[in-house]
């Protein structure tokens, strides 16, 4: 098993949190949303895995490459 780290692809803002830790998760499954020039851009886990922390909070803003959760594939 291996931690892996999801990053945001743009900067933007956390509008929701979709997913909690514990939660087992499927490739390209949503973990949060991200808010950027009105648009809506999901953030996804980028393979099947546990999510085991969550490193943002709704309302915080992030840029491109922020490490935003870890998975435990």
């Given at each position: 098993?291996?931690?892996?780290?999801?990053?945001?692809?743009i900067t933007?803002?956390?509008?929701?949190?979709?997913?909690?830790p514990g939660?087992?998760?499927?490739?390209?499954?949503?973990?949060?949303?991200?808010?950027?020039?009105?648009?809506?851009?999901?953030?996804?886990?980028?393979?099947?895995?546990?999510?085991?922390?969550?490193?943002?909070?709704?309302?915080?803003?992030?840029?491109?490459?922020?490490?935003?959760?870890?998975?435990?594939?």
């Amino acid at each position: 098993m291996a931690i892996v780290d999801v990053k945001t692809d743009i900067t933007g803002n956390v509008w929701k949190i979709v997913a909690q830790p514990g939660d087992k998760l499927a490739e390209d499954e949503e973990i949060l949303i991200l808010e950027s020039m009105k648009m809506e851009i999901p953030v996804a886990s980028p393979e099947d895995g546990e999510l085991i922390e969550i490193l943002v909070a709704e309302g915080d803003i992030v840029t491109e490459g922020t490490v935003v959760a870890r998975i435990k594939a």
